[in-house]
């Protein structure tokens, strides 16, 4: 099992953030594109080595984003038409997401059995979680998966959910 933290920061124009161990040890940079169609944010080692890349699609009713792990397509996140409650769907895994989106805490399952939990923290400045991975097999589509869920939620808010983004 290994507890990480994700600490975007407010005013970043690159996106740039890291992803920390409970030691305050950097295990992953996330480095978001500037200014580039499509939206695209990539995960990479201490090394600098791109382990995942969460891109945009575009020209989508609503956000929906693409998510590869070691150059492989692992899943694709979108958000659902919801009238009360937020909804999304993960193509692709065998990943699901349950728990309350906008409550900020959710576990991640995969073929019935929890691999994470995920808890966004409140009153923070800037987006802030703390992940608890509980197969470390699936850290880096774990660490994804997240980044990707606060693209579709940023996407959403910044866009309206506009086809054109």
């Known amino acids: 099992m290994s507890k990480l933290y994700i600490k975007q920061k407010v005013f970043s124009i690159s996106g740039e953030f890291s992803v920390q161990d409970d030691h305050e040890n950097v295990r992953y940079i996330i480095e978001g594109s500037f200014l580039s169609l499509p939206k695209k944010f990539s995960v990479q080692d ?60 959710f576990a991640v399952e995969r073929h019935g059995e929890v691999v994470a939990n995920i808890t966004e923290k409140w009153l923070t400045w800037g987006d802030s979680f703390e992940i ?34």
């Not at 984003?65 to 692992?74: A, C, M, P, Q, R």
């Not at 991975?133 to 506009?162: N, R, Y």
């Open 132 to 165: 608890e991975v509980l197969d470390e097999t699936l850290e880096q589509t774990i660490i994804a998966l997240v980044v990707a869920i606060d693209c579709v939620k940023h996407a959403e808010k910044s866009s309206g959910a506009s086809m054109v983004d």
């Open 46 to 105: 201490t090394a600098g080595n791109e382990v995942a890349l969460i891109t945009k699609r575009m020209f989508q009713f609503f956000p929906k984003f693409d998510v590869t792990v070691h150059d492989e397509k692992v899943f694709t996140i979108a958000k659902q038409l919801s009238f009360f409650t937020a909804k999304y769907s993960i193509e692709g895994e065998e990943l699901t997401v349950s728990g309350d989106w906008w409550d900020k805490s």
